[in-house]
């Protein structure tokens, strides 16, 4: 399966399993079990959702929004429990107001949902880590 680097965002073939004890990338050496949410702009959001076939989590968000920065450590936490399983980014819709336009942000936060390079989900609102974990699990095959 096609997994996006944390680190350098190159895409890495990786065997798909159960569980992994040890999995780098190809290019950078780091480990892809660092699941952390990956910083996302116009430059690479394309290549995040095109190129995963795993699912995509996108936090829409900014940094005046109070939710938002109360999901924000929730949002990372989880994230590192989805290591190879889904990829998370956050996008700053401040800064990136062409993204927040193109993807009909219209609240925030809010979480959208991409399997395939298509979204297939999404919803808005902040949520604690029981909320957010059983709200990813559902896209997981």
Same mark, same amino acid.
């Given at each position: 399966?096609?997994? @996006?680097? =944390?680190?350098?965002?190159? @895409?890495?073939?990786?065997? +798909? +399993?159960?569980?992994? +004890?040890?999995?780098?990338?190809?290019?950078?050496?780091? %480990?892809?079990? *660092?699941?952390?949410?990956?910083?996302? %702009?116009? !430059?690479?959001?394309?290549?995040?959702?095109?190129?995963?076939?795993?699912?995509? @989590?996108? *936090?829409?968000?900014? =940094?005046?929004?109070? =939710?938002?920065?109360?999901?924000? =450590?929730?949002? $990372? $936490?989880?994230?590192? !429990? #989805?290591?190879?399983?889904?990829?998370?980014?956050?996008?700053?819709?401040? !800064?990136?107001? #062409?993204?927040?336009?193109?993807?009909?942000?219209?609240? @925030?936060?809010?979480?959208?949902?991409?399997?395939?390079?298509?979204?297939?989900?999404?919803?808005?609102?902040?949520?604690?880590? $029981?909320?957010?974990?059983? #709200?990813?699990?559902?896209?997981?095959?």
């Amino acid at each position: 399966m096609k997994i @996006i680097c =944390p680190h350098c965002l190159s @895409i890495n073939n990786v065997p +798909k +399993k159960e569980t992994y +004890k040890k999995a780098n990338c190809g290019k950078c050496k780091n %480990s892809l079990l *660092d699941s952390k949410a990956l910083h996302v %702009s116009s !430059d690479n959001i394309d290549k995040i959702i095109e190129n995963s076939e795993i699912p995509v @989590i996108l *936090d829409f968000w900014a =940094p005046w929004c109070a =939710p938002c920065s109360m999901m924000a =450590p929730v949002f $990372e $936490e989880v994230a590192k !429990d #989805f290591a190879l399983k889904a990829t998370f980014g956050k996008v700053n819709t401040q !800064d990136e107001q #062409f993204l927040a336009s193109r993807f009909k942000i219209r609240s @925030i936060p809010t979480l959208c949902v991409f399997k395939n390079g298509k979204e297939v989900h999404r919803v808005s609102g902040a949520m604690h880590d $029981e909320q957010l974990t059983s #709200f990813v699990n559902q896209f997981l095959d």
